[in-house]
Structure formats: C-alpha cells, structure tokens
C-alpha cells in the first residue's frame, strides 16, 4: 500500500479501475481537473486506484495464494492455462512489471502489461447499466473490489477529505467499480459528497442514466460533457457551505432527466496547466503524462465513433495553439522535470504536429511524445521526419481496416492504397507506429477481414504495437443510429456485454457478413499477429543475447523466451509458450526437468539435464529420456541454441 499526505483537502479526484491499458501512466483527467479546482482556491488529493490496483493484482502473497488454489484443482483446464501461466510468469519476472523500488514500469523492450492484463480479466466488468447495481450486490468481483479498496490508500484519503469525491469515469468497465466505490465512500464517509463524470457517463443513454441515479443513491450527481465549469461552480457551493447540484449547467441529478449543457465550455487556451501529484509520478518508473491539444476531431465523420458525440458542445473540433501546448509541455518538464509526454488530442492534425515538433528543436528541448493521429497525405516523409527529430517516439493510428468498401462505408478519411503509402513514408522515415484494428466493422466478410491482415503482415517491422478490437455497435454513433444502413440486425434495444468502452450504450446487434466461427477465426488470427509484434523486440534481445553467447563459446540451449510456463497438473506437465499461444502436455516425470531449464539464467546441456533425471530416474531409461525430450522442445519450438 501506497503512503498518504497527512494533509486535510477539500476534495479526493479519484481515477477507478480497471483500464488496464493505462497502467505505467498517469491519465490527465483528474490533474487537470485539480488545476482548475485550485483556480477557485479548492484543494484536492488525487487518487490512481488504477494503477494501484495492478499492485494489488501482483502483489506476492496473492499470487502464491491463485498458485496454491490451482495446484489443489488438479487438472488445468485448457481455457484456465492463460489465466494460470500469467501468475507464474508475473511471480517469475517481476522486474518485467516493476522495477526493485516498486515503481511501475511504462514502456521496454520486453515488459509485463499482456501478463497483467491477463491477471486482470476476471474482473472485467462490462455489463448494461440496467442491471449492473443489483448485478454487484454480492459477487465475487465485488467482494475482490472491496478487499482492494480497503487494502489502497483510499481508505486513509477520505479521512482526510472534508467536502467531496470526484470520480472520473472514460471508460465503461470503470463503472461497475466505481458504483461499489460509490457505495463504501457513503458508508466510510455519509457526510461527502460523491460526482462522477466522464465520458462513460456522457454517452449514456438518457434512460439508462436515470436509472443508475435511482439504482445508487450514494451517487450525488453526475457532470457530462466538458466538466471543468460545471466542477468548479460545485466546488465554489460547497466551499461557500451550499450544495444545488439541480442549478450547475451539464449537472445531472436524481429524478431530473439529463439535458445538453447551455453554456459553451472554456476556450481551449484558456484552461489552466495540469498539476501532477508528486506522489503519483513518483509510483512510475518513468512517467509519460498527458497534456491536452484538441478536444473532437477535424475529420468527425467516421461513423462507428462515439468520442465525436463528446464534443458536440464545444463544435466538431476545438485545438490548442501549438505554441500553447509547447509552453505547457515546457513547464511541466521544468516543474517536475518530465520528459515523456502524450499529446491528448483524437488525431493530431499534421500542420498542428509539425510546428509543436519545429518549437521542439528550436529551443532543444529534450522530450519523447507521441499522440493519435490518422493517415493523413499531410504526414509526408519530412514531416514524419521532423516529429521524429523532435522526439516522437510513436504515433497511434486508427487504421482499423484495410478493406476500401468497408472503409468507404464507414466514412474513414483514407483508403487501403493511401495507408500504403503512408506505411512507406513511416519506414522511410524510420519512425514506429502503432496501430488500432477493428477487424469486424459493419458488414466485413471473412475475405475482407483476412486479406486486410494479409496487406498488414509486410509492414509489422513499423508497428510498435498492434492492437484488436472486437466491432460492437453503439447507440450513440451513426451507426447505432442506422444500423441497418451498414448490414446490421439488431436483436434487441437493450445492450450487450462485452469488450465495448460503454457497455449500457451498446446496441446487441447481429452482422450476417461472418458466421460466429469465421469471425471466431479472423479474431484470432489478427490476436495473434499482435503479439507476434509485441513480442518482437523481445525476440530480438534474445537474438542479441543469443549471437553474443555464440561469441564467447557458452554452447548449450535455452527456452527460446522467459515466457514459457511449466505447469504441473493432474494429467502431468504442461507447457505452455505465451508469445505464440500454444500449449503442450508432457509426461509428469519432465516437470523437474522443465522447470530447471525455465528458471535456469545458464545454457542447459544435455549432460545437464540426464543429471536432472538421475534424480528420479533408472540409470537405464536415463538416455532415452534425455533424447526423447530434446526431440519433444525442438518439435514444439521451445529450445534455441547458444
């Protein structure tokens, strides 16, 4: 558990689990929003329950205790081997996770994320809002839940609170814990205050809004849209002892249903300079912090998005000057000596990009940034160049598929030979990028799906990561409005579960195009060419290592990588490579054996491993072994020469 300021503050912003993708960062919102609490002289703790709840996931003693209750079931399931090498792996390569002052590592060439996500699964929470409340009442995963909100620093935060909590909800599966969260502050704490906000809440449906509202009276009131005038006329009442959330512009609360606020938000200028907590930076081995450069998106037509609908308010597109985000990022980088930043924005405009990055190298400030953007013609081989020069590391873009129907359909901006070009553009300007795919959009077939990933497979020495979305359709979006238009059925209007950010905004909708087995197929397929890419740099250390044994004269194997998992069960040994997803089972009397070539930082002879049998073995068997199982791992993959 983390240490607490002693220090008494107004309010507790509070970032909940679970968004596994922003461990080893600092997400905005909440410093943000204490910046402009503090323009009316409001103080507030801030509180990444996020990320310590992967602290809680790989913390030691829980881990041992997961193994222990595996060992005792006997026989590992196949849909369970994942679930189970991940906590051997996270106990094995801690450092892969965090460094030895426990702070959190961010980025590497080989690190613990898909090991911690894995972790993470069981409490997934995405269910509709309908029945999410009375859904929690009880379960496993809220009991989980409550034992890490009491083991966090949170409880020790609300003591020293005096008016409210602030909990900042952008993503779906952030809403089930947030509704507990809700519950055990009212419980630890009646006299405060509980708002939420954030986009899970701005895009949910008017009904479905009031209905949580009724569901959890221990939430207060709920901001949507852009929160920081509706935060600070909040904060001005209760620091002046009122409290008639019912008068706030873009406030929701009980029995009043939701309306657009009246009142255009901020200039984008014009909003006060994030401020960091010291003591979340300092959980981050090296933080990468987000500084805002647009709100919307200056194409916000594609047709299956939700985050355009945020912004309505403000206009399709409201940016930062560039000369603005650069003094910001100036600033942070003196205050707290950062270096790492992310340019918040939907897809960052190339001019716009390009005169940050020339401000960059003008005044030689030493930053890696990387932001969203979309192909663009406007990201030509110089421009990529000059983003490099300044320091980006890394652009993520949303490419989602390289079928052109498909992509006309849904009104992307490019199409599949413009994103070629621009691939090439990107190698020749030596820069990585990774990318977005969302393989199954409205109407796609299996053919579509698959010669998209084909077209994808020359380029992956420039993805720095590749990540898969599962299509699921919103209420919200163009799509959810007109689903029929793009080839989809949809079966009922109550929404589905699944992967989606806003699980009560999604519409359970059927797609003809692929049969669940096609599409079961094409999934995983492109899941794995995704961690084909991730595990790249790591094969390349390995090869590195592995060129430089052959040099000194080392000899001998290896396990061709340190995520190889040796299981032992019922039925004997399991093996299981996690780069490649595949799983073997041995014969018990090779666990021993097995489990000294994966923990072993040496090359393994064969000689070695005939003295590991001797152990438990007849002398006369003891060859036979020895060469049967050498010829078993080179089958499977598993061994490498030094």
């Not at 905005?28 to 996931?57: G, K, M, R, T």
């Not at 020359?458 to 699921?472: L, M, N, Q, R």
Request: hydrophobic share 40%; glycine share 8%; proline share 6%.
């Amino acid at each position: 558990m983390q240490g607490v300021t002693a220090m008494m503050k107004d309010w507790a912003l509070v970032f909940p689990p679970l968004i596994s993708s922003n461990w080893g960062n600092y997400y905005p919102s909440i410093a943000l929003l204490d910046a402009v609490l503090a323009e009316v002289e409001v103080s507030a703790h801030q509180v990444d329950l996020n990320e310590e709840f992967l602290d809680y996931l790989i913390d030691p003693g829980r881990l041992s205790r997961l193994e222990a209750a595996y060992r005792r079931l006997g026989r590992t399931p196949v849909d369970d081997i994942p679930q189970r090498s991940a906590i051997q792996l996270a106990q094995l390569h801690r450092g892969a996770i965090v460094n030895a002052r426990g702070q959190h590592l961010c980025d590497g060439e080989w690190n613990g994320l898909d090991l911690t996500v894995e972790l993470s699964r069981p409490f997934h929470i995405d269910k509709p809002v309908t029945g999410l409340p009375a859904l929690l009442q009880g379960s496993e995963v809220a009991r989980t839940y409550q034992d890490f909100f009491s083991w966090s620093t949170y409880a020790k935060v609300i003591e020293r609170t005096g008016r409210a909590v602030g909990i900042s909800v952008p993503m779906g599966p952030q809403l089930g814990p947030t509704i507990l969260l809700a519950r055990l502050t009212k419980a630890w704490r009646p006299d405060l205050r509980v708002v939420l906000g954030g986009p899970t809440l701005t895009l949910m449906r008017p009904g479905d809004l009031s209905a949580l509202l009724e569901a959890v009276p221990e939430i207060d009131c709920v901001v949507r849209f852009e929160g920081e005038p509706a935060l600070r006329a909040l904060a001005t009442q209760l620091r002046d002892d009122q409290w008639k959330p019912e008068e706030v512009d873009g406030v929701v609360v009980r029995g009043v249903g939701p309306t657009r606020p009246r009142r255009a938000p901020p200039a984008m200028n014009r909003l006060p300079s994030a401020r960091f907590s010291e003591a979340l930076l300092h959980r981050l081995e090296s933080p990468r912090v987000g500084v805002l450069q647009a709100r919307g998106c200056y194409w916000g037509k594609c047709t299956y998005c939700d985050f355009i609908e945020l912004f309505t308010n403000t206009g399709r597109y409201a940016g930062r000057a560039p000369s603005n985000v650069f003094q910001e990022v100036q600033g942070l980088a003196e205050r707290y000596g950062i270096h790492r930043y992310w340019l918040i924005t939907e897809a960052l405009p190339p001019k716009q990009g390009l005169r940050f990055a020339e401000e960059v190298v003008r005044t030689g400030l030493s930053v890696d940034w990387r932001s969203f953007a979309m192909v663009d013609d406007g990201f030509t081989t110089e421009v990529l160049r000059a983003f490099q020069e300044s320091g980006c590391s890394s652009l993520t873009i949303g490419l989602e598929t390289m079928s052109d129907r498909v992509l006309k359909l849904v009104e992307k901006k490019v199409g599949s030979q413009e994103n070629l070009r621009f691939f090439e553009r990107v190698r020749a300007a030596g820069m990585k990028i990774s990318v977005n795919l969302i393989p199954n959009l409205p109407s796609t077939t299996y053919a579509e799906a698959m010669d998209s990933l084909e077209l994808l497979r020359p380029f992956a020495d420039i993805f720095h990561t590749v990540a898969v979305f599962p299509y699921e359709a919103t209420a919200s979006s163009a799509v959810g409005r007109n689903p029929e238009r793009f080839g989809l059925r949809v079966l009922n209007n109550g929404a589905a579960g699944g992967q989606a950010q806003f699980s009560s905004n999604t519409l359970k909708c059927e797609d003809p195009a692929m049969t669940q087995e096609e599409l079961a197929e094409v999934l995983s397929a492109y899941e794995r060419f995704s961690r084909s890419v991730r595990s790249a740099a790591a094969e390349g250390v390995a090869q590195r290592r592995q060129e430089e044994a052959s040099r000194t004269g080392r000899g001998g194997y290896q396990f061709r990588s340190n995520r190889i998992a040796v299981l032992e069960d019922d039925d004997g040994s399991v093996v299981y490579d996690w780069n490649r997803d595949r799983a073997w089972r041995l014969p018990r009397y090779v666990l021993g054996s097995l489990q000294r070539m994966q923990r072993s930082s040496e090359p393994f002879r064969r000689a070695h491993v005939a003295n590991w049998f001797a152990e438990t073995t007849a002398p006369s068997q003891i060859p036979v072994r020895t060469e049967l199982l050498f010829n078993e791992l080179r089958a499977m993959g598993l061994l490498k020469a030094c």
